[in-house]
Every structure is written in C-alpha cells, then in structure tokens.
C-alpha cells in the first residue's frame, strides 16, 4: 500500500476502508448514520460527552496501516453546535516514527514534542452572523464550542508541512485517523492535487475554468450540493492549513479571509521545506518566535522621501517592502571596489523608524535598481564630458588574489559545510578561500576592518560587521557574493556574530554609546526574498562577553561567557533574558570562548555538553540541560620528572595553558592557547593527539646600524643595495654568496624610517642609483658601481610660489626611453624631471587625496601607479587624456609600496596585506604584431587560472613576456580576419593541431604487443646458505618514470557524482613480472568477492543470454547466476571505469584508467570464450563512457575532464575513425535506437548532438551543442537515456529529467524526479528508471510525454504525462543499472559496492553481491575452513560461507575501523566465536550462532593492531599500536596479563603454535610470537592452565637509517615455519630485501632468500614449504622456502596488503585495498 500509483489523483479513505462494513475500521460509543437535509446525503454522526468513548477508527488494528501518501488530507464534517470534538491523525515520518496530530475546538493553545502536534480548532459560523463579527474584531480566534449557526467545512490540510516545519521531518505517509465526538463526518481523502470545492467538475471539463499546475475540481462523491444562484463559498466553509491568508498565524486552523471577487482557482503553495529548523522547547518560546518570524508586519504608510541631492531623479516609495529582489547587491558609489559587475545591481536602503511604544519593529523601506555608474541626467557638461577621452579599459585592474589576514580581531575564521573553503576577513575584505586550489572569491563593500563574522548553518547566508563608530551589518548571499542588508546596528560597536544554524536568527554582542555592553538579535528570514531584516529583542548588560553562540535545537536561546561569568539567554516577547551559571569558586576566571556539543541532524532534539575555556587554562565541562558544571580540568604544560620536583603538584599550582579559542566535535577537542600551539584532545582530555605550533625566525644582523629603509638589487642582478635609517648606504657584490659589501657610504640618505621600503631604486639599465638624501629637499642620483654622485635637485626651490618648503617623498625611474625620473613631494605634486640633466620636464598636482607614498611606471612608460592613504591610482603616464586616472580602493591602511609584476600583467600592491591585481590593459600594439605572440598563445584554462584568456585580455601569469618558438603549422593558406590583434590571436588558437591529434589521425589501434614468450625453464629467486657465504645480492636500480604528456595544467574535475574519479591509488605495476607458464601455475583464481562501487557503468546483464559481467578493481568478472560459477578476464593493470556490451550480446568492451606512464587501456572481449580480441589506447585520462551503435557497426568511446575527447572507432576492425574535442567535461554518450548515426553526449554545460557523416573512406561526427534549459538552474546534465519513439531523456545534478525532441534538439519539458543527482537514466517503451545519489531508485510512467511533444510552443514543467509507480531505497548511490525489455527485473549497482537484483512486480530487492566499500584490514580462515573472515575499516566484520563465498553474516560498529580479525579454535562442543579488533582500543567477541555480541573489552588506550587466540582458545592475546600486549581471559574477559616489552612500537603481528621442542629448557605446550614495527621478534613459551609465560627468544634485525623522502616503510612480519620445527620466517625493512629463516635451536640464521621488492604481507602454507608474499607493486608471489622457485600472479590493483593460507594449505586469500580474490594452491 505504500506504492503512490494506485492513489493518484485521489483516494476515498471511507470508500476504500468500506467504512459500512466495519470490518477494516471500528467504532465506539454512539456512531450512528443519518440522512443530512443540507447536503442531501447519508452521513456518520458521532455524539457523547467524552469525545475519546466515542468515536470512528480506521484502520481497524494499530498494527496496521493505511499507507496513504497524499500530501494533503481532506475531511468533509460539521462540528456539533455547542459541543467539543477532537480528530486525531497518525502520521509517519520517513525515519519510520510516529506523530500525532490532532486537532480539537477545546485545544487551547498551540502544543508540541518530538512525538505530538496539538492544534486548536477556531469554528466558524454563518455569513453575517453576530458570531462572525464577533471573532473577526477579536485579537485571536474563538476557541471553545462551536456556535448553533456552524457550518459545513471543507478542510484541507499539509500535512508535508506540518511535519517538515513544526518537527523538522519528512512526511511519509498517513497511518491511522481517528474521529471523536461530537460531529458529523461525510467522507475524508487523501490527493497530492490541491482540489478546489468551490470549482464545478463539469465546467472545468468544457474548459470554463483552467486550473493551474497541481489544482484540480473537488470530484462529485466528496463535493457538497451548491443551488442554482448561489456559490459554493456562501453556504460552505473552505478551511486549509497552513492558513492560505497572508496575515493568519500558522498555530492554529481557523477559516482565513478570503476575496470573493477573486478566481477561487488557487495553485499549490510553493513553500521550502525547513530543513534545520528544530524548536521543540517550551511551547511558548515556539509560537511566540513563529510568529514573530512568519506573520507579517503591519506596514507604516510610507512617508515620502526628499532626496538631498538635487542632480538625481526623485524615486517615489514603492509600494512592496524589501522590492530589490534576490541578488541585489549594493552599490558602493563611484570609486571601483573591483567587484565583478552584474546585470542588475540594486540598492537598498533601509531605514529604522524611531521607537514606537508597540513590541514590534516598524520598518520603512526604500528600494530603486540603480545602474553602474549613476547616471546623471543630462546637461552641458555631461555632454561634454561623454565625449571625453578617459583611460581603458574601465576598470583597468581586477583584483585577483590577496595574501594576508587580521582585521579587528584575529577570531574571524570560518569553515563552510563542506570543508573545502574557509572564510576569513583581511582587514576590510572579506575572503573565501577554496583549501585545494588557493582561488578566493571577495566580499567587498566595508570601509573599516571587520570586527565579526557569522556563516548559517546551510552556508547560504554571511553576516559581517565593520570596527567604527557608525558601525554597519552587512548580510550577504553567500554563493553569489552579493550584498543582500545593510543594516543600522544602532551600536557604538560589535565584536561578535552568531547565526542560528538556519539563518533564520542573527545575534550580536558589542558595545553603546555609553560603552555597555548590549545583545541585539535580528529576524534575518526576509533578507534573502526582500532584503528586510528587522529587530526581534535588545537587552543592556553590565556583565563581560567574550564569545556567544546561539544553540541548534532552539534558535531563541544564547550561551555566552566573558569574565568571571557564562551565561544562559533567552528571547521571549521580545525581550532577552539571560539566568547565570554558578560558577562556585571559578567565578574570577577569565572566560575566552566556547562551544556546544551538538548535532545537526534532524532528530537532534537538545544540546547536551557546553564546554567554555578560560585565561588559566580550565576547561569547564557543563551540562546545558541542567545548567551545572559537570567536570573542570586544567591544561596544565608539561611537568618535570619527579626526581627534580620539590613539592607535589597541585589542581591549582603553577601557570596553566591560557586557551584562546575552543571548538568540538563528536570525537575531539580542538583548543588554540597563547603558547602559540593548535592542540587536539579527546572529550575527556586525557592526551594530546596532535600538536602543532609555530616556529621562530632567526633575524639576521647586518652593516647598519638601525632599520633597514631600502634594499634592491639592480636590474642586471650584479648589485645589492641597502640603506638604513641612519642615512647609511651599502653597496654589495651579489656574485659572491656571501654578499661581500664593496662600499659603504655614511650620511648620505635622509635620516628616518618614513620612506621605507622602497628609498632606494635603480634605473632599468642598472647604470644610476637614486634616493632622497642627504636631506629630505634634496634627491640624490649616483653612479651605480662606483657610488659616484652624478646629480642633486632640490626639490624645495622648484615651486617660488609655495610659502612651505617642499619634501621628497618617492622617487621612480622610468623606462631608459622616456628617460625620466619622477619625483612625489608633500605638496601632493609629481615632478617629471630629466634623469641626465636634472630639468623639470612637468608636474602633476592633486596626485591624491593627500600625499603619493610610492610610484611604479610600466615598462612600455604608458601607465603610472600612485599609492597614498589607502587608495591606489593608475594614470596615463603622458596625462594626455581628459580624465587620466581611475582609482580603486581595498586597503584599510596606507598603502606602502605599489609595483607591475615582471610580466606587466598584474600589479602588486602591500599595505596592510598584499594585494595582486589583474592588469586588464591590452598590450602594446608593437608587441602583439609579433607573430611569435600570435601564434604561440597560451590555452584558456579552467576558471581561476591566472594565464587564461578572459574577456579577450590576457591574465597575469607571473612570467616576463618573452617570445615563443612559432609551431610547425603553414599558415599560409589561412585567411586572416581584419581584426585586431586579439581576435586573431583566437582564430589562429582554434585552427591550431597538436601533435597528439595528427598522431591520432593517423594511427589505428593495434593489438597490444604480444606478452613476452613464456620461459620454458622455471623462475628462481636466489637463495643464500647462511652457513657458506654471508653476502648480500645487489639491488637493483632505481628508475625514474617520464610522463609522456608534460607538465601541463590539469582541468577542473567536475562537481558531480556521475563522473568517474580513480581511485587514489600510490602503487604502480611491477614491469618485470613473468607469468607462469600455462598449465603449471601454482596459484589459481577461484572466486572474485566484492564489486567495484566505485565505477560507473562498469556492470552489464543480458537477460536473453544470461550474461552477467561485473568489475573489481582491475578485473571483470564473468558469472553465473545460477551456479554462482565465475570466469576471470585478466588484462587491465589500474581500476576498470566501466563496461559496455554489443547489442549482439557477443562483444563486452571494458576500459580502465591511465596509470603513470601510460593511457587508458580499451579491451574487447569475445564473449563466448573469454579471449581478448583486440585493445586499444588513445585516452590520456579515464574513460567515462562507452557505447556500441544499434547496429554494432560503430563503437564510442568518451574521455574525462582532464581531455574531453570523443573517439568513434569501428566496430568490426576497432580502428579510430575520428574524434573531437567537446567544449566541457562529458558524463555519458549514448547512440540513438531509432535513428543511423546519431547519437548524444550529456556533460557539465549541456548536450552534444552528434551525426555520424561518411565520404568514401572518411568518416566524421558533425556536433552541434545545445545548453542546459535556464529554467532548470544552475545544475549540469548528468546521464541521458533514449526511448523507441526518438525521444531524449537527461538527468541532471537538481534532480530533473528533461525530455529532448531529437529532430529539433529542443527540450520541450522537465519535472523534478528525485531530490538528488541522478546518475542513471534508462527507459524502455513507457517506463523510466531514474537512480540517483540520495539512494533511491525510481520508475516513471511516461506513456504520455509522446503526445506532449510541441511543434514550436514553449517547454513545459510538472507536467502531469508521468506519474510515479513505484520507488526502492538501496544502501547507497546508484552507478549501473541494467533492466530488461519490459523493465520488470533489472540489476543495480550502488557505491558501497553492492549488487542488487530488483523486481518491480513482486517489489522486492535481493542482494546479489556485496563486499566492502573500504579497505579491508584484516582476513582468516576459520579453523575447519568451512568459513573466513574479513575486517575493513568501515567498522564492519564479515563472515563469508565457503565454498559458496556468500555472506553469512554482517556485524557493523559505526565510527570505528576494525583493524585486525580472529576465530577461536574451540572444540565443535563450544561455540563458534570471531573477534575483531577496533581502533578505540576496544576487542568485541561476536558469536556466530546467536549472531550476537557476547563480550566488548578496552584493553587498550591506542588501536588494536593484532589479534590471537592461544592454541587451545584459553586466552585471548591483544596487542595496541603502543606495543603493549594484553592477555584477555575469554570468558570473563578479564586482563590476565599485561606485557610491556615492545612497548614503544606497533606490533603488526603476532601467532601462536603447539609447541615443537622440548630442549628449549622451558615449560609450556605452546609457543607465541610478537613482532613490532621497530624490526623486533619476541618469542614467547606459554602454559596458559598454569599462568605460565615466559620469554624464549628476543630478535633484532638490523636496518639502515629511513629514507630522506618519507616513504613508509615497510612492515615487520614474521611466523613459525609449518614445514621446518623451529624455524621462525622473518622479513622487513632491512639492509637488503629479502626472507630471512631463523633457526630457535641452534640461535643463527639458516638461509635467507632475496626478494625484488619489500614485502608487504606474509602467509606460510602447512604443505610443500610455500609462501605467499605480497608486494607494494601488485605483485603476488608465491615461491618455495628452501629451492627459491617462485611464480609471480599480478591479478590485483594496488598493493597487495594481506595474504593469508586456509590450514588446509589449499586455498589462499589475498587483499589489495577492498579486493578480495580466492585462489586455489597447487604444487609449484
């Protein structure tokens, strides 16, 4: 009954129930059915005086459901006149809980919990009535009996709004309803359509009336009688809540206003579901904050507002509040603030009225669009000036990227949801910062340094304040940048910020006019839609604030701290509150910060821990609900031994660590302290888990004697200047390291460090050296090697007319052409003086607003930069324009220094942070004649790339321009455009080949080189007898990889799910492998467990053949569904992408990744023996998609982001035919079923339509593009499907499909299909599976959407032609798919690497193949090899069944990793046990009978890394990553021992045997082994009946120093040879790589044997002396310990991390990663 097909487009729940039967529904008490004279048909009446004895049930049992879906649920009654009713609806959330919601006229007041909704009912009554005009001119409804005139109701209620607003939860289903006297009831339904009772069926059938999108007409059986001459809405009463009446509150249902005159035809509210608001607090606090922020304000009549300005137009007020609409941002007035500009930019300008003795805030609001710039309106001298030659382009710089931080405050850091950006404030710029690639978007409008910053939970909205004395709040959109609020805080200052996690409530904390601190809090709901923000409380308080934060669960709540006080708030009827927390004796510290433990998930119903750090270094632990400190603890640095104390330390002895900030998680404490270090701790504070801190610089002494004022090398790179502020002057030679000074002048520069740091410069030539010296009138030029006075002018004589003397400030030399040198004095002028001969040449007055602190001049002299006070200028270096300069603005503090880079194509400004700039002028023209630059131009790259082309202008890229060797490309038959420079710079970009493609064009894909013949003699590793000879084999050499494709920049991967991205993977394929020869192979492959959920299309099913063909890691798997048989394809060597099969059903196509060094790998496998036909390689990145032709003549193949090719081979031969290259990443391609030669492309920016065109022997695709739909937003189109009639179906990332008309390639309709990316579509006749990344799998009905299909109208949205069938939710997102002809039973695949079979007729889904998602860290057998166990590190242990390899059972620890696995070797009397080992230190014993936990033990501290039962299952041997050893009784899982020898070092493994000898000398019936990382073996002789353990043996193995570059180093692993007594096998990082076999009896090594790469896993087998070792390099080895012999099998990956031998010796398993492969062991 959950399906939703059946119940559209409505469903009579009294009708359906056979309510008169009364066998699926009951009654109680007096329930009687009655003829109704009004409505003229039989109806139920309920009367008594307890309405809960008498009443209607339906269903009947509460173990059973209705399952109705509707969204909206109708009931058709007539409340009692005088009496009380109630109606109770049981409705059931998505997280399968129940709520009730129940309605009644004697409900007071609005109540709710997490489990119960209570609404009150307001009756009304007749038209014209006293009742009527009695409650209409109440403040509040009615409630209580209804009047003797009651009416009949039509009530409609949301019930997906009541549960997602006022419970935070997503609507499933209706369960049970519940109707109690006294009333009268004529029928109830559920329908996802708003029906209108007031609209006749039968005229909106003639199409009298057309009804908007989800409306419909009530249907005849539920409509009530309307006579002739009257209207539906004089008799009756329509009721919907939430009320559909602007102006009625949302906690109780009562009958809104309505406008007869207009249409009654109303659409479906468009409401976004809440889905973080959570306030389930006193219920007082919830109505009052909902209606506060979701009832309107009444308006003031808007007084009309006289603009000061006499030059601008009058704008009348609008009539609307907040009209400036999303994204409108606010202009900063006429100064560049280098904000990209945007089509519609718009001010709004809010003004608080004064304080009016009402509670609530009364708002005027003024809101006009505003161009950019102003435009004035016309007169003489504007129309002079439009004709004036102004400086271009406009503007000239762009702010590209700014390194520094601070402000007010250096608190002002914030991490978006996804971890990916961080925001943060440099002095007036507010900065968001993508951690990956460094690129930074900028929030630009304040004036002052931010003093706060505050980010919402959903990161949509930012919040900002500026330090000065009119302090402003800025709120911002933050994906857009956008300014949305400028807001008077009516505040002296603010220092802090917090959202709510909704952002629906913004809290401030700073300080009045009168320095008191106050709170204000903000309603922040409207500031998106209309850029209101209104004030819902102030409070004034004496007490000190440090930090504040308002809490998740209920958003009229604050927690701050300050000094000597933390404090509870609490808004209420508009007034804040707060209560203190007692503080006992800790009331004088002094408080810092705080943070709350918190969840934000949707069933988080309260906060539960408040921890607050201080000054001394206490961390007070609270419990928020009890308001009482729960635990203090000191950080207290770290203490000397014991032996060198004196006195023993106390809680309260000695400086603590002072903690300036603190912040929690579920898991970990982070605090930041006045040491200087970031430390991370556990809840309970009990260690450090990390410490990080600054370092210090040495600061390096040098000639003078005080500051250091100027320091420049000379151009040519042969000189060192410096200059100190005691007006000294060096002059060192730079070819010598160690910078030997070669003169040094005193006295000569002006004494002072004002002209810092540039008060040296030297020409371009490197010939002259200038500073202003000795005195600041003078300006000094010298010779640059000799130090050789050349020139003085005196700049305080040049102007006679001034009454001061004029100073120097800068000086700048020009380019060697112009010759000049310039000259900024405090007169605010700029002297252009004649660098040989001293003569003014001109000045420049009115440089800056006050005086110009640096100057810098282009290389092509064309511009000048001028930096003073916090502005910086770019002129016309010839002040040859009519206006000459353009100012931009940024800095917060006087700019220091101003330059261009060495490219001149970006400016560098430093002041108080270091600005970079994008130098938007052109060139000169001289420079882009040069063909060189024309023809050589650097590619567009992707989005934040400094050297793309952008807006036609070239970007800085940080390198001098140079010329560029001209391509091998005859230009010659190109005609050229008239154009500029730049648009041939373009033309000549796209006719441009690469070597690449020419060699592409002319290869056709061989097969691959044929492996090398296989040797006839075996493989032999060399083995050295110990005893004869004690040298060491050589190594062999290390080689170094080329990449065959450069250093090229690599593209932006794109934002969705769809698209396929390797695994992160470090191991390469080992290159000097040799396969066994055929028929001798020690090791064959059995069985392949798990399935690669990582692909994407890598499954295919054919259900006519019963092919089945999946992927794992690097090889496909070929099964039997009804054996569970496998056969193996071994090819690949990296992780298959996906998969694709002929319409034949006799060819599969598999490709895998690109590796280091070399391209992806297409293989076509011959289906009916399993042998390789052919391969192919041209992709340089992943391949995303394949697809063969309906005819299997063509075969596509589609390349990544990283190329965003598109290769068309043939399909008989497979030789490349053609390829393009499309304009943006592609997702998937499909061939069209219906038409020859067409096929389409989905991708980031839209659809390629491509056709298939062949001339004689060429083949080509003509492509045309078309975009993404505007109305389908901001998503890309994500996977496509087409159905037999020539129609297209994409899925986007939104969650859309758009249907395609694939003769126009026009979309002519769409609807919202899931609530998640949708990564597979496929269709087959009239029914659609969509499966996407929220887990569900979804098929559509669109038998209708054929006949929708327009000629020339306009697309179409919602469209009523599909219809839902049915839905299954699997464990995780969809990445394959395959269904067959009637799409009844398909096969599905999902990323946490399961397979499922699903049947849409029976509706079911059965798991077909399931391994884990994760690595798997730990594999054994059990000890009658019957089953084996696997641990990976999403926390779960899973038990496979041999030799079906089915999972058995599954058992899942969340937020741990389970490293290590063991079975206990019990008798067959005792109960099968496995034990698993996690990373909180914790051991848990599963028992597999009971399928249940039996014990969990924490023996440890740090992870469990190993794993043991004794021989006899009588103890339980753990051992930690801090290489202690536990000794764990089994039963009573008491700690029996504790050994502490490898202490210091993980133990990576460890084993026990029976014991072997007995001249050992010890007692014992077995023997135990431990190995730690640090090369040491512990050998142990136990009798675990007596308590007895004792130490045989202690091992080291010597190992050179680790390497410099950090590689990690291999593990040290070690076992008991089955095969030789007494013999322990050993290998690890050492000297040379190599086996090693120790002799216990006769203390020595008997034999080693070299190996070609570290090992990087161990198994030894109980027959025929083998091993099996596994390697970084994907190599697993088998070989024989004492002959050498070996076989290499390369089957996985990566690195082959586990091996392990059944008892038996038969089997082997082995891991790479999350591979698990099965291998049968034969003889070598």
Not at 741 to 757: H, I, K, Q, T
């Amino acid at each position: 009954m959950s399906s939703r097909a059946w119940q559209h487009p409505y469903v009579n729940i009294f009708k359906h129930v056979h309510v008169e039967e009364w066998k699926r529904s009951s009654r109680e008490g007096d329930v009687t059915s009655y003829m109704d004279k009004t409505l003229k048909c039989s109806v139920f009446r309920i009367r008594g005086s307890v309405p809960a004895s008498n009443y209607i049930l339906l269903p009947k049992s509460s173990s059973q459901s209705l399952g109705l879906t509707g969204r909206y649920f109708y009931l058709l009654f007539r409340p009692s006149p005088g009496k009380h009713f109630v109606v109770h609806l049981d409705v059931v959330a998505e997280e399968g809980q129940v709520i009730r919601v129940s309605f009644s006229n004697m409900f007071k007041e609005f109540k709710s919990s997490s489990t119960c909704l209570q609404l009150p009912f307001i009756c009304g009554s007749a038209q014209g009535s006293v009742y009527e005009s009695t409650a209409r001119t109440a403040k509040q409804g009615l409630v209580g009996p209804a009047p003797a005139c009651v009416r009949w109701v039509c009530l409609v209620m949301d019930l997906r709004y009541l549960v997602s607003v006022y419970l935070n939860r997503r609507y499933s289903h209706l369960k049970a309803l519940k109707l109690c006297a006294n009333m009268s009831v004529k029928n109830t339904m559920t329908s996802d359509l708003l029906l209108d009772p007031g609209v006749c069926y039968s005229v909106v059938k003639r199409g009298g009336v057309v009804m908007e999108e989800g409306s419909a007409p009530m249907p005849r059986e539920m409509s009530f009688p309307v006579p002739k001459g009257c209207t539906w809405h004089d008799l009756y009463d329509y009721i919907r809540f939430p009320s559909d009446g602007m102006k009625m509150p949302f906690d109780s249902i009562q009958k809104g206003e309505t406008n007869q005159a207009e249409t009654d035809v109303r659409g479906s509210p468009d409401r976004q579901e809440s889905l973080c608001v959570n306030l389930s607090k006193p219920v007082r606090d919830r109505v009052s904050l909902i209606q506060q922020i979701t009832t309107p304000r009444p308006r003031l009549k808007q007084k009309k507002v006289t603009l000061l300005t006499p030059s601008l137009p009058e704008v009348a007020p609008l009539s609307t509040i907040g009209a400036g609409g999303d994204g409108g941002g606010v202009d900063d007035g006429g100064v560049h603030v280098f904000a990209p500009p945007t089509d519609q930019d718009q001010d709004v300008i809010t003004v608080r009225s004064p304080v009016s003795q009402s509670h609530s805030p009364l708002l005027e609001v003024l809101s006009a669009e505003v161009s950019r710039p102003i435009s004035l309106p016309a007169s003489k001298a504007s129309k002079q000036a439009s004709k004036q030659w102004k400086l271009h382009p406009d503007p000239i710089l762009r702010l590209n990227k700014i390194i520094g931080f601070g402000g007010k405050t250096m608190k002002n850091v914030l991490w978006n949801k996804l971890g990916d950006e961080v925001i943060y404030s440099c002095h007036a710029v507010i900065i968001s910062m993508k951690i990956c690639s460094g690129k930074q978007r900028f929030f630009i409008g304040h004036t002052d340094k931010v003093s706060a910053l505050a980010l919402n939970g959903s990161c949509s909205l930012l919040a900002s304040v500026q330090a000065d004395t009119h302090t402003l709040l800025r709120l911002w959109s933050y994906e857009t940048g956008h300014c949305l609020a400028l807001v008077n805080t009516h505040a002296h200052s603010l220092s802090i910020l917090s959202f709510s996690y909704s952002g629906r409530v913004l809290c401030g904390v700073g300080k009045d006019g009168h320095n008191k601190t106050m709170l204000v809090v903000w309603n922040t709901e409207s500031v998106t839609k209309k850029g209101v923000v209104c004030v819902l409380g102030k409070a004034h308080t004496d007490v000190d604030i440090r930090a504040l934060q308002i809490t998740c669960c209920d958003e009229t709540r604050m927690v701050s701290c300050g000094f000597g006080n933390v404090r509870l708030w609490r808004l209420r009827g508009g007034t804040l509150r707060s209560c203190p927390l007692n503080l006992d004796q800790f009331h004088s510290l002094e408080f810092t910060d705080l943070d709350l433990l918190h969840s934000h998930t949707a069933d988080a119903a309260e906060e539960h821990t408040l921890f607050v750090s201080s000054k001394s270094g206490h961390v007070l632990e609270v419990d928020y609900a009890a308001v009482a400190i729960k635990n203090v603890r000191r950080l207290l640095p770290t203490q000397p031994s014991h032996t060198q104390r004196r006195e023993k330390q106390t809680f309260n002895m000695g400086p603590g660590i002072a903690v300036n900030s603190i912040s929690v998680c579920e898991a970990f404490c982070a605090t930041a302290s006045e040491d200087g270090y970031l430390r991370l701790w556990p809840l309970d504070f009990s260690a450090v888990f990390l410490e990080a801190g600054m370092g210090i610089i040495a600061k390096v002494c040098g000639k003078h004697t005080e500051a250091v004022v100027g320091c420049v090398f000379s151009p040519d790179g042969e000189c060192l200047f410096s200059g100190g502020a005691d007006g000294s002057l060096a002059l060192y030679n730079s070819a010598h390291q160690e910078l030997h000074v070669g003169l040094w002048l005193g006295n000569v520069l002006a004494c002072g460090s004002e002209r810092a740091p540039d008060a040296l410069v030297v020409s371009g030539d490197s010939s002259r050296l200038a500073f202003i010296g000795p005195t600041e009138h003078t300006v000094t030029i010298m010779d640059a090697r000799s130090l050789d006075e050349i020139l003085r002018v005196d700049v305080s004589i040049l102007d006679l007319d001034s009454p001061r003397l004029d100073c120097a400030l800068k000086v700048c030399f020009s380019p060697p052409t112009p010759g000049h040198l310039l000259i900024s004095t405090s007169a605010n002028k700029i002297l252009y003086l004649h660098s040989h001969t001293g003569k003014l040449l001109k000045e420049v007055c009115d440089v800056q607003k006050k005086c110009c602190w640096s100057l810098a001049v282009s290389e092509d002299s064309r511009f000048l930069l001028t930096a003073g006070c916090n502005t910086l200028k770019v002129w016309d270096y010839n002040m040859s324009l009519d206006v000459n300069s353009q100012v931009f603005i940024g800095h917060s503090e006087p700019i220091k220094q101003v330059s261009f880079t060495p490219d001149q194509m970006g400016v560098v400004s430093v002041g108080d942070a270091l600005f970079f700039w994008d130098f938007l002028a052109h060139p000169q023209e001289a420079m882009l004649r040069s063909p060189a630059i024309l023809v050589s131009p650097p590619k567009p790259g992707p989005s934040g790339d400094s050297g793309a082309l952008t807006n036609g202008m070239l970007l800085s890229t940080g390198m001098p321009r140079g010329p560029a060797p001209l391509p091998s490309l005859d230009l010659s038959s190109i005609e050229r455009p008239a154009h500029d420079g730049v648009g041939l710079f373009v033309a000549l970009e796209d006719l441009s080949l690469s070597e690449d493609t020419h060699d592409a064009l002319r290869r056709s894909p061989s097969p691959s080189p044929a492996p090398s013949p296989t040797p006839k003699h075996a493989s032999f590793l060399r083995v050295t007898d110990r005893s004869a000879s004690r040298a060491s084999p050589e190594e062999p050499a290390n080689q170094l990889r080329e990449n065959d494709y450069g250093t090229s920049s690599k593209a932006e991967r794109p934002d969705c799910y769809k698209h396929f991205t390797p695994r992160y993977n470090t191991s390469t394929p080992e290159q000097s492998t040799v396969p066994p020869p055929p028929g001798e192979e020690g090791l064959r492959l059995k069985a392949v467990i798990g399935y690669n959920g990582n692909g994407r299309g890598n499954m295919v099913w054919n259900p006519d053949t019963g092919l089945f063909v999946y992927t794992c890691g690097c090889v496909c798997v070929v099964e039997n569904l009804h054996t569970g048989s496998q056969r193996h394809w071994l090819r690949h060597t990296e992780e298959i992408s996906t998969l694709t099969i002929s319409h034949d059903a006799q060819l599969v196509a598999s490709a895998s990744g690109s590796g280091a060094s070399s391209k992806s790998l297409i293989c076509i496998w011959n289906v009916a023996d399993g042998s390789s036909r052919t391969s192919m390689s041209f992709h340089k990145g992943a391949v995303q998609s394949m697809a063969f032709s309906r005819d299997d003549r063509y075969f596509l193949s589609v390349g990544d982001f990283s190329e965003q090719e598109v290769a068309l081979w043939s399909g008989s031969c497979f030789e490349l035919l053609c390829h393009v290259t499309a304009p943006w990443a592609l997702h998937e391609a499909r061939f069209s079923p219906t038409t020859d030669g067409l096929l389409a492309c989905v991708g980031a920016s839209g659809t390629l339509f491509c056709t298939i065109r062949t001339q004689g022997m060429q083949t080509e695709l003509q492509v045309q593009s078309v975009c993404v739909p505007d109305d389908v937003g901001d998503a890309e189109l994500t996977s496509l499907c087409f159905n037999a009639n020539g129609l297209l179906f994409t899925g986007t990332s939104g969650g859309q499909v758009c249907v395609w008309d694939c003769n126009t390639h026009r979309c002519f309709m769409s609807w919202e299909a899931d609530e998640g990316e949708i990564g597979v579509l496929l269709c087959c006749g009239n029914r659609l599976v969509c499966g996407s990344n929220s887990r569900r799998l979804r098929l559509w009905s669109v038998a209708a959407v054929q006949a929708l299909r327009p000629q020339n109208a306009e697309r179409s949205q919602d469209s009523p032609a599909v219809l839902l069938e049915q839905e299954m939710q699997l464990d995780g997102a969809v990445v394959s798919a395959t269904f067959d002809d009637v799409m009844d039973m398909g096969i599905v695949g999902t990323t946490t690497g399961t397979l499922w079979y699903i049947n849409w007729t029976e509706n079911t889904s059965i798991r077909l193949i399931n391994g884990h998602k994760s690595q798997v860290n730990g594999v054994v057998f059990s000890p009658d090899e019957s089953r084996f166990a696997t641990c990976g590190q999403d926390g779960s242990l899973r038990v496979w069944t041999s030799p079906s390899n089915e999972l058995l059972v599954q058992f899942q620890v969340l937020n741990q990793s389970c490293e290590c696995v063991c079975w206990n070797p019990g008798s067959s009397m005792t109960a099968v046990c496995v034990s698993g080992g996690y990373s909180d230190g914790t051991v848990r014993v599963f028992n597999l009978n009971s399928s249940e936990m039996e014990l969990k033990l924490q023996p440890h501290a740090t992870a469990v890394s190993a794993l043991q039962y004794s021989c006899h299952g009588l103890v339980l041997l753990s051992a930690g990553r801090d290489g202690v050893i536990a000794v764990i009784s089994p039963v009573t899982g008491a700690t029996l021992r504790i050994i502490s020898d490898h202490k210091g070092a993980p133990i990576t493994a460890m084993q026990s045997v029976n014991k072997q000898y007995k001249e050992f000398g010890l007692q014992g019936d077995e023997l135990w082994l431990a190995v730690s990382a640090d090369r040491r073996v512990s050998v142990w002789a136990a009798d675990w009946k007596k308590d007895k353990c004792e130490l045989l043996d202690w091992l080291s193995f010597p190992a050179p120093a680790a390497p410099e570059y950090g590689d990690v180093l291999p593990p040290s692993l070690a076992a008991f040879s089955p095969c030789e007594r007494g013999v322990i096998v050993y290998t690890g990082y050492g000297v040379t790589k190599e086996l090693t076999f120790y002799c216990l009896n006769k203390k020595q090594v008997l034999r080693t044997i070299s190996l070609s790469d570290w090992a990087l896993s161990l198994s030894l087998c109980s027959k025929e002396r083998l091993l099996a070792v596994g390697s970084k390099h994907r190599v697993v080895k088998l070989l024989h310990s004492s002959s050498g012999r070996f076989q290499d099998f390369t089957p996985h990956g990566d690195s082959v991390q586990l091996c392990c031998f059944s008892p038996s010796g038969k089997q082997l398993l082995t891991c790479a990663h999350n591979e698990i492969l099965l291998w049968s062991s034969h003889s070598l």
